[in-house]
């Protein structure tokens, strides 16, 4: 196996295996009403995603991104869900609005670069499978394909 395919291998990792951020430490006296009920519903959330109700958990963490837009946290999570339900632009932008608010979040980082390499390979899959043999970017878009598949899944090929 190529070294490249090492590097790689490593990077594609399932995303679920980066399903969560530091939260940030809640200052002494801050357990307010508020602060109780931001606890509450994000526990209820966390419970929601382990167990893998990633639907219910979407709505419970839209929720409160609504009331809380900059939680590194639940926008990372909002993140792996819409990885989970196939739903990789979705899953891009809430990896990048993680990175708008801190560019230092190696998860988001990882986790956007395998949503792209995933978003490419299914590219250039649908090319070589649409277009005419004939044509002359047939062969560079097979390359591509078989390519960005060995990248994704070296046990594979």
Same mark, same amino acid.
């Given at each position: 196996?190529?070294?490249?395919?090492?590097?790689?291998?490593?990077?594609?990792?399932?995303?679920?295996?980066?399903?969560?951020?530091?939260?940030?430490?809640?200052?002494?006296?801050?357990?307010?009403?508020?602060?109780?009920?931001?606890?509450?519903?994000?526990?209820?959330?966390?419970?929601?995603?382990?167990?893998?109700?990633?639907?219910?958990?979407?709505?419970?963490?839209?929720? %409160?991104?609504?009331?809380?837009?900059?939680?590194?946290?639940?926008?990372?999570? %909002?993140?792996?869900?819409?990885?989970?339900?196939?739903?990789?632009?979705?899953?891009?932008?809430?990896?990048?609005?993680?990175?708008?608010?801190?560019?230092?979040?190696?998860?988001?980082?990882?986790?956007?670069?395998?949503?792209?390499?995933?978003?490419?390979?299914? %590219?250039?899959?649908?090319?070589?499978?649409?277009?005419?043999?004939?044509?002359?970017?047939?062969?560079?878009?097979?390359?591509?394909?078989?390519?960005?598949?060995?990248? %994704?899944?070296?046990?594979?090929?």
């Amino acid at each position: 196996m190529k070294s490249s395919q090492w590097v790689v291998l490593g990077l594609c990792v399932l995303l679920s295996a980066c399903n969560s951020l530091q939260q940030k430490p809640q200052a002494e006296g801050e357990l307010s009403k508020g602060a109780s009920e931001y606890q509450h519903n994000l526990d209820r959330a966390d419970a929601s995603y382990l167990g893998r109700e990633y639907s219910q958990a979407l709505s419970q963490y839209q929720s %409160i991104h609504d009331d809380y837009p900059q939680d590194l946290h639940v926008l990372f999570r %909002i993140g792996n869900i819409y990885s989970h339900l196939d739903k990789p632009k979705e899953a891009i932008i809430a990896y990048e609005k993680v990175l708008a608010v801190d560019t230092k979040k190696s998860k988001a980082w990882y986790n956007l670069g395998v949503s792209y390499m995933q978003q490419s390979a299914k %590219i250039w899959r649908h090319m070589s499978e649409q277009i005419d043999p004939k044509d002359p970017l047939y062969k560079s878009s097979k390359h591509y394909s078989r390519g960005m598949s060995e990248l %994704i899944n070296p046990d594979k090929s």
